[in-house]
Nanobody, 113 residues
Framework: VQLQASGGGLVQTGGSLRLVCEAS????????MGWYRQAPGKLRELVAL???????NYSDSVKGRFTLSRDNAKNTVYLQMNSLKPEDTAVYYC????????WGQGTLVTVSS
């Protein structure tokens, strides 16, 4: 599975961005799909992940602000990020499990204070 992520950028505190990740290749094998992030000097962490059963798990730090949606017909997941904070600044990575994990190239989100 190959993943193409887009939508990052620079935004002010309180602003919004939408990330998009499109999968190609053996997409019929994908079960879970979602987003992780890695801030400078920190480990990569879960942001939101959608399972094949339709359950979406969110990090406590983004609950109520971020929304993950998945379009299986387009093999695409979206991450709508609202009320962004400086601590959301990170490289965001798309991930798809087949169940082997595949990662996208990362897209930088910078939130200025």
């Amino acid at each position: 599975v190959q993943l193409q992520a887009s939508g990052g950028g620079l935004v002010q505190t309180g602003g919004s961005l939408r990330l998009v990740c499109e999968a190609s290749g053996s997409v019929f094998r994908i079960n879970a799909m979602g987003w992780y992030r890695q801030a400078p000097g920190k480990l990569r962490e879960l942001v939101a992940l959608s399972t094949s059963g339709g359950i979406i798990n969110y990090s406590d730090s983004v609950k109520g602000r971020f929304t993950l949606s998945r379009d299986n017909a387009k093999n695409t997941v979206y991450l709508q990020m609202n009320s962004l904070k400086p601590e959301d600044t990170a490289v965001y990575y798309c991930r798809a499990d087949t169940p082997r994990s595949s990662w996208g190239q990362g897209t930088l989100v910078t939130v200025s204070s």
